[in-house]
């Protein structure tokens, strides 16, 4: 399977707490994403990273990718209750139009 | 303003009926369109992808087909349900020489 891995498969932590996970992918990429779902909807993108680039910001949130060990890390610092979510990467493989995503991360984030 | 609809928004289906899921992409041309499932509480499978009208490449053997019969419009079709097409079914557009999935509401798909 092509399919990524993400860990941990559930989190939950309380408001004001930083949220770390971490995504695992197999093949060669130009970029990677994350991308939240609330539940039961259609997923949105947070951010993108692409392969030259080692770690990227975007208000709360922090992206790294280390292409040499295929992984990638999204922290997301001073976590709120709006951040319940569940959390995605996903790889676009390198000469394919795909986009490959991982299992997920199920924040919940206590107020 | 680049919009994505999809329809039906939940779908009760006894086994062996037909499936017709649709997905329509607003203010944009010639985009890439993608069909994921999900499975209750699980990642998304790669379905069907497609670069252009009457273009459309596979990626899971199953009971499942898609179409693209207009630029902007993608249809996921089956002919007999099954158990296993349970599931979550969201369509994803992108616009070509972009990176960014933007993805529709989805459709939820009960089998029994």
């Known amino acids: 399977s092509q399919q990524g891995e993400e860990d941990p498969q559930a989190l939950s932590i309380q408001e004001g707490e930083n949220a770390t996970m971490n995504c695992s992918y197999k093949?060669?990429?130009?970029?990677l994403q994350w991308y939240r779902q609330n539940s039961g909807r259609g997923l949105v993108h947070l951010i993108l990273i692409r392969s030259n680039e080692r770690e990227k910001h975007s208000g709360r949130l922090r992206v790294t990718l280390d292409t040499s060990k295929k992984s990638s890390s999204l922290l997301i610092t001073a976590s709120r209750a709006a951040d319940t979510a569940s959390y995605f990467c996903a790889t676009d493989l390198s000469g394919t139009y795909k986009y490959i995503f991982g299992t997920g991360t199920r924040l919940k984030v206590l107020a | 303003s680049q919009t994505i609809h999809q329809w039906p928004a939940t779908l009760v289906q006894p086994v062996g009926s037909p499936l017709s899921l649709e997905c329509t992409v607003e203010?944009?041309?010639?985009?890439?369109l993608y069909w994921y499932r999900q499975a209750a509480g699980r990642g998304l499978q790669l379905l069907f992808y497609s670069v252009g009208i009457g273009q459309i490449s596979s990626e899971v053997p199953q009971n499942l087909s898609a179409s693209r019969p207009q630029d902007r419009q993608f249809i996921l079709s089956s002919k007999k349900l099954l158990l296993s097409d349970s599931g979550f079914y969201l369509c994803?557009?992108?616009?070509?020489?972009?990176?960014?999935?933007?993805f529709g509401a989805g459709s939820r798909l009960t089998v029994l």
């Open positions: 203010g944009t041309s010639n985009p890439n």
């Open positions: 994803a557009w992108r616009t070509s020489g972009a990176n960014v999935l933007t």
């Open positions: 093949t060669s990429i130009n970029n």
